[in-house]
């Protein structure tokens, strides 16, 4: 039998928003007021999200950050720091209880990310699940994910880059210029890749989400009931981005 989970296709909006809707629905999801849910979004402006553990002033150039107008937001879950652009990004909320949870932070990581590599070979890219977290095109990274669970319920959520600026990449992260040059930068170009490499074409948001909604449904047998975050959600999230998100107390926090 199928598990019945919510939809929610939120579109583009700025870090501060997306990180609070995402923790507002966990919140609401660990309460019982809303199903599992599973969102997908993309980002606007750009942004640098820092994981839980990283510190902004060791890992980014703040200032070349504000001067190309990227925004740093930090998120709740760990791993380390990355751009968000031309990507597609997804969460899913779930108490520790479903059938789909695991007590194994891999095998949790495992099960979900195969939705990923069934999505992404929709659209006729082969992917695997590397652990602990990663998925990987002929060895290349073409999607990370994080994970934390708070208030019985995990929170998983990770990028599908559709296109990768490696050099851009490197110009706002806090890295010694002598090594930013050549070899470090074809190095990452070795090791990330993006669906629009993979396809040597431009691949869309649109189509990125529908191959990922076909990959959730039938990877994890699930029956998607589209939705809308709830008033109470929205309200939450426009509050935790005003005063958690985009504060310099919780961005400075390490």
Known sequence: MAHEMRLLETGVHDAYFNMGLDEAILESVSRGRELPTLRLYGWNPKAISLGYFQGARQELDLDACARLGVNVVRRITGGGAVLHDKEVTYSLSLPETHPLARSSIIESYEIICSALVRGMGFLGIDTEFTPINDILWRGKKVS?????????????????LLHVDVEEMFCLLLVPKEKATGKLIADVKQRVGSLSEALDREVGFEETVKALIRGFTEALNLKLIPGKPSEEELARARSLAKEKFSTEAWIFKR
Request: charged share 10%; hydrophobic share 25%.
């Open 144 to 160: 990370g994910n994080a994970q934390t669970r708070k208030h019985g319920c995990i929170l998983q959520h990770g990028t599908i």
